[in-house]
């Protein structure tokens, strides 16, 4: 009777053990998702400015188009992404995004009426704003995605994750070109 009772207590500890490090890892699956909704809601805004800065810049029928044309083709693979949530081909997406508005907005420094302009003024700092954001966010997506991974992989919660088939997720990294300073003498040859 004795070790009945001391069996059964064993039991629902393991059990209560168990229920514990479940949670513990839908927590971090939720706290995951809600980093990447935070990083979703920025692009989203990134994405319907981007049209508006095209389009301030087209005015000056001297600037670049083909500037223009890579921020354009940034934006649709960055919209591709985001939608079919592919960190991966997202990471390499803003990186060129990124590289396309540097390059925008080196290019806008040779057009002293665009530089004055209040709208494309408000734009760029609204976009700039809302690249910090991003810059900010990933980080925290970064940290949750490395919390839950390592949730996964410890002993015994990699018991758990296995039994529940829960994945690891991947890190939000931009490309090495996105790292890299604009070259200022490229975009004025």
């Not at 996964?152 to 300073?181: C, H, R």
Request: charged share 20%.
């Amino acid at each position: 009777m004795g070790s009945t009772l001391i069996l059964l207590g064993i039991c629902v500890v393991v059990l209560i053990y168990g229920i514990t490090l479940y949670n513990n890892l839908v927590s971090l699956k939720h706290g995951v998702s809600k980093a990447w909704a935070n990083i979703d809601v920025l692009l989203k805004q990134r994405h319907d400015e981007l049209p508006k800065l095209v389009e301030v810049c087209k005015q000056y029928k001297q600037f670049e188009q083909e500037t223009l044309q890579r921020v354009i083709a940034a934006r649709s693979q960055v919209q591709s992404a985001r939608e079919s949530q592919d960190i991966e081909a997202l990471g390499k997406a803003e990186g060129m995004m990124r590289t396309s508005l540097g390059g925008l907005f080196a290019v806008a420094e040779a057009y002293p009426e665009l530089k004055t302009n209040q709208n494309f003024m408000q734009l760029q700092t609204r976009i700039t704003g809302l690249e910090n954001g991003i810059a900010d966010r990933r980080e925290l997506y970064n940290d949750s995605v490395n919390i839950y991974n390592v949730g996964l992989e410890q002993f015994p919660g990699v018991l758990i994750a296995n039994m529940f088939a829960y994945a690891a997720k991947p890190l939000l990294e931009f490309s090495t070109a996105e790292k890299a300073d604009v070259d200022m003498k490229s975009l004025f040859s």
